[in-house]
């Protein structure tokens, strides 16, 4: 069981917006910048967000995330079907000195 | 353009060490940490720890500690990692990853470790 707990699932259809949660404690998210990562089947995955918001070069605005006290959340709008994929968030825990992985969403787009 | 390209899958028996390279093209080596992650078929991402490329100085999670090195040849550019004493549940997806604030931009392709007897 991860220490950055996300929903298993998610799901939308296409033009929908979703949203996907990632909770966590003061020693992680509370106190360090959150990552996004998107990876589609068979593939590495790839930064979506970083350090809570910001968006790589090439990322869609359509990706956006948030963080607020020990929880982060990354919002999906305009739903595509290249959407679906499996999304983890990640941060630094200063008590593990070590860097945490979500145990990842995988969004359905029906 | 910024690129990580890993060694190929192989394959080890139980109790065996692999090594695993990742060539780093498109940037200063030595500028960037590379990190370590694995993913078990159909599980999430695990992270095994980190590099400095420039200095050598490495950081492990207490699970992988005594278990795990991570090196690099700046010459070439390029980071290994090896994991000792493999078991089954050894066998998974391993990407190295360039680290920059944190995040991890670009990563390798990965490659697949399998441990079975």
């Known amino acids: 069981q991860s220490v950055l707990t996300q929903p298993p699932s998610a799901s939308g259809t296409p033009g929908q917006r979703v949203t996907i949660s990632c909770s966590g404690s003061?020693?992680?998210?509370?106190?360090?910048?959150v990552h996004w990562y998107q990876q589609l089947p068979g593939t590495a995955p790839k930064l979506l967000v970083y350090?809570?918001?910001p968006r790589p070069s090439g990322v869609p605005d359509r990706f956006s995330g948030s963080k607020s006290g020990t929880s982060a959340s990354l919002a999906i709008s305009g739903l595509q079907s290249e959407d679906e994929a499996d999304y983890y968030c990640?941060?630094?825990?200063?008590?593990?000195?070590?860097?945490?992985f979500g145990g990842g969403t995988k969004l359905t787009v029906l | 353009q910024v690129q990580l390209v890993q060694s190929g899958a192989e394959v080890k028996k139980p109790g065996a060490s692999v090594k695993v390279s990742c060539k780093a093209s498109?940037?200063?080596?030595?500028?960037?940490?590379i990190n370590w992650v694995r993913q078990a078929t159909g599980q999430g991402l695990e992270w095994m720890g980190w590099?400095?490329?420039?200095?050598?100085?490495?950081g492990y999670p207490q699970r992988f500690q005594g278990r795990v090195t991570m090196t690099r040849n700046t010459s070439i550019s390029t980071a290994y990692l090896e994991l000792n004493s493999l078991r089954s549940d050894d066998t998974a997806v391993y990407y190295c990853?360039?680290?920059?604030?944190?995040?991890?931009?670009?990563w390798g392709q990965g490659t697949l470790v399998t441990v079975s007897s």
């Open positions: 990853a360039r680290s920059n604030n944190g995040d991890y931009v670009p």
């Open positions: 498109g940037y200063t080596f030595t500028n960037y940490d």
């Open positions: 590099m400095n490329p420039n200095s050598g100085k490495t």
């Open positions: 003061s020693s992680n998210i509370g106190s360090n910048a």
């Open positions: 350090s809570n918001n």
């Open positions: 990640s941060a630094w825990d200063d008590n593990l000195s070590g860097r945490l």
